[in-house]
């Protein structure tokens, strides 16, 4: 009887989490061609018709991110077999299946590291996975960060496993390890970051619980020669980068204030009441609520992690807590200082990882409460924030809505007009939604065409594919509107890219200012001629 109570247990549990990732794949595929690509998806976009060649001997000199992702991009096309070009977002969904997959069997190993019971915490974590505003706005977008999410995550089951096997003859931790480490450092110029806090967690687990055991330290010592030596090639490709990126004006420094804001959304679940406002009006009641929202979110999570941190650490499992303690608040301090000493980075996207170690920590903290009502409450009460923020999402999330930008312009341009699109690279996702091989002839790029390398030396964005507007550059800007009835300037960040307003100074010599219209970031002006 008790064997069979508990295989009705277990088919239960896993047939809750079999709904459960069902339905955040159905959310996921339901919405995935519902929002536009923007810029950074109409990058994907255009990487993944370049040859493997290019992508990994080529591409690094103009792109900040590593080749493995457009490489894998490239090839899930091939598995496609899908000629509209908008299929990129699928390889996210994916992606993300596997996350889930990934850290449930973390979740679930630690628990069991801890000697605690641990369906519990696996399939709480895995909604937090699943239904996490921000993981799902990342699992139906065309760029890599679920693909560091996923490494990231297989690189913790690697840790947990080395943990759990306390030094033994199986190899099969390291083995995991040293995948998900490498390939963590091949899904993003910062995955050093997370990887170093890994390598420095097993340096903690030598010395505090293995007391220096010299067999240990041979396995971390050739782990990581190994992992250095076949990112040495990224290393390379960073320093190179690294000397347009401090160039560039692209990234605000980051103060304490900001910095705190960042550590709110993205810890205190932030970003699941970031859109309410927007998706539900600009009310006061909804304001004031949303505020209460994050507020009331905040302070349980900040307890709950403390209140887990405090019973790892009375299970004396020391390297475990480091662990946490690195991944959770190290990591955004470091992040921090690199922007202040160095290049200014994306602080929101560098720290996203850290929610992967987050949610098993909350997942292993809300199961140490020994009062199983108390723990229901609990799950309830995130389920129903999460579900919250996740609509707002799902109804406000839209960046940059390109479909709509040319379908306008496809009905308003006539044959002797100009289209100039500043920078560059907004021909990238434009060209995605252009039908017309007319309105395609008429679209230019200023002041040159994407990829514009070597064309100047002022890169507002840290590369020099998407060069700004220099004074020099009024004679490229007369000759496109040469002869031209009317000019549409499409602008995305005038003030970084065009500083000194040359475009619409070169413009009002000929053309007069004559409508405008507003899509978000994204602006489109007429232009008649006088």
């Not at 794949?25 to 990487?47: C, Q, V």
């Not at 018709?49 to 080529?58: A, D, M, T, V, Y």
């Not at 040469?482 to 475009?503: C, E, H, I, N, S």
């Amino acid at each position: 009887m008790h064997d069979q109570g508990g295989q009705a247990k277990q088919f239960w549990h896993y047939g809750f989490l079999a709904v459960v990732i069902v339905i955040s794949l159905s959310i996921k595929i339901i919405h995935e061609g519902a929002l536009p690509y923007w810029l950074d998806e109409g990058y994907t976009a255009w990487f993944a018709k370049l040859s493997f060649r290019e992508i990994w001997f080529w591409l690094p000199e103009v792109e900040a991110h590593p080749p493995l992702y457009y490489s894998l991009v490239k090839l899930w096309g091939l598995i496609e077999a899908d000629d509209t070009g908008l299929w990129h977002r699928s390889l996210s969904i994916i992606l993300s299946f596997l996350l889930v997959v990934c850290s449930y069997f973390s979740t679930k190993n630690t628990a069991s590291y801890l000697q605690t019971e641990g369906n519990g915490a696996a399939l709480f974590n895995s909604v937090l996975i699943c239904f996490s505003p921000v993981l799902v706005w990342y699992s139906i977008e065309a760029r890599p960060y679920i693909l560091l999410f996923l490494t990231y995550s297989l690189a913790i089951l690697g840790l947990v496993s080395i943990f759990s096997d306390d030094d033994r003859s199986t190899l099969k931790g390291w083995a995991i390890f040293a995948v998900g480490t490498l390939l963590t450092n091949w899904s993003h110029h910062l995955g050093g970051i997370f990887t170093a806090v890994l390598f420095l967690s097993l340096a903690a687990h030598w010395a505090l619980e293995l007391k220096f055991r010299r067999g240990f330290l041979l396995k971390l010592l050739l782990c990581f020669v190994l992992v250095l030596a076949l990112s040495t090639p990224l290393i390379i490709q960073i320093a190179r980068q690294v000397i347009h990126w401090e160039a560039s004006s692209w990234v605000a420094e980051p103060t304490i204030t900001s910095f705190t804001q960042i550590m709110r959304r993205i810890f205190g679940f932030g970003y699941t009441d970031k859109l309410i406002d927007t998706a539900f009006g600009p009310y006061t009641i909804i304001h004031t609520g949303r505020l209460v929202l994050g507020l009331a979110t905040a302070l349980l999570s900040v307890a709950l992690v403390l209140f887990g941190l405090y019973q790892i650490i009375r299970r004396k499992a020391y390297s475990l807590a480091c662990f946490f303690l690195l991944s959770c608040f190290a990591v955004p301090v470091v992040s921090f200082a690199i922007s202040l000493l160095g290049p200014n980075i994306f602080l929101e996207r560098t720290l996203l990882p850290g929610l992967i170690p987050y949610f098993m920590l909350l997942s292993l903290a809300i199961e140490f409460l020994r009062s199983r009502l108390l723990r229901n409450i609990i799950k309830i009460f995130y389920v129903a924030v999460l579900l919250v923020g996740l609509v707002a999402m799902l109804r406000s999330g839209e960046k940059e809505p390109w479909d709509e930008i040319m379908a306008s312009l496809a009905t308003q341009t006539r044959g002797n007009d100009v289209v100039l699109l500043m920078p560059n690279d907004l021909y990238l996702p434009s060209s995605l939604y252009i039908f017309d091989p007319d309105l395609a002839e008429r679209i230019k790029s200023v002041p040159a065409k994407y990829p514009a390398v070597k064309y100047s030396n002022f890169y507002p964005d840290g590369f020099p594919a998407v060069p700004g507007v220099r004074a020099e550059d009024a004679q490229v800007i007369r000759d496109l509107v040469d002869g031209k009835d009317r000019v549409f300037l499409v602008t995305r960040q005038p003030a970084l890219f065009d500083p000194k307003g040359v475009t619409r100074r070169t413009l009002g010599e000929q053309f007069t200012p004559a409508e405008e219209q507003v899509w978000d970031n994204i602006r489109v002006e007429r232009f008649d001629r006088n």
